[in-house]
């Protein structure tokens, strides 16, 4: 499980296209630092087991599902990604639950500096709606955000200057692909509700 406080940018550094998959490995000293093999990160969003590292890269395996359902199958060498390590258990929460099961892609629709912080606008696709609310909570390419405001076809996010500077969102512009994570609290209370019948 993961929270949705970004660590640090880190870099793809190098991708190897093999028949089953695409091997990802990625620069990131913070999050490099103190790894083992076997464990998650979130990588912009994804959760993603490491399969080898270095002191300063780790290495991540995207099976044919992932390369599918996400946009980590068209990144390249020296794309900006999120990253993550997962929650110790006896760390602080200072985000929201974040599974690392990207719900759906959408993309970036406008980008607006307000003073010294930053709006950033995406569309919203029709089957996730439902689960995007005002004020409510939803992951980003990974990064925890607060939803500032939605309509039928797009919700906007306020960004400090702070988690721009330590995300790729900094790198992001109108038109790029985003990971969508709703809250997972929403989807459970959909399914309480349907099962009770309550819901329909």
């Known amino acids: 499980m993961f929270t949705g ?4 940018s880190g870099e793809v550094r190098e991708v190897t296209v093999t028949e089953e998959g695409r091997r ?13 093999r076997g464990q998650s990160v979130s990588v912009s969003g994804v959760c993603l087991t490491v399969e080898d590292h270095e ?4 290495e991540v395996f995207l099976a044919s599902e992932t390369v599918e359902k996400t946009y980590l199958g068209a990144v390249e060498a020296g794309d900006p990604v999120n990253l993550e ?3 110790p258990a006896d760390g602080r929460f200072d985000g929201h639950v974040v599974q690392g099961h990207v719900d ?5 629709g406008a980008v607006r500096q307000v003073g010294e912080d930053w709006e950033y606008e995406f569309d919203l696709p029709a089957d996730l709606g439902k689960y995007v609310v005002d004020k409510g909570s939803v992951a980003v ?3 925890s955000l607060t939803v500032a405001d939605r309509d039928e076809e797009s919700f906007s996010v306020a960004i400090i200057p702070e988690t721009r500077a330590v995300t790729n969102l900094s790198e992001k512009e109108p038109g790029d692909p985003v990971h969508l994570e709703v809250d997972v609290i929403a989807k459970y209370a959909e399914r309480l509700l349907a099962d009770s019948g309550l819901g329909d």
């Open 104 to 108: 759906g892609t959408a993309t970036v």
């Open 5 to 8: 406080i970004v660590e640090g």
């Open 55 to 58: 002191p300063g890269w780790f």
């Open 24 to 36: 990802l490995r990625i620069a990131g000293e913070t999050v490099a630092a103190d790894l083992q």
């Open 141 to 143: 390419d990974g990064i």
């Open 85 to 87: 390590r997962a929650m």
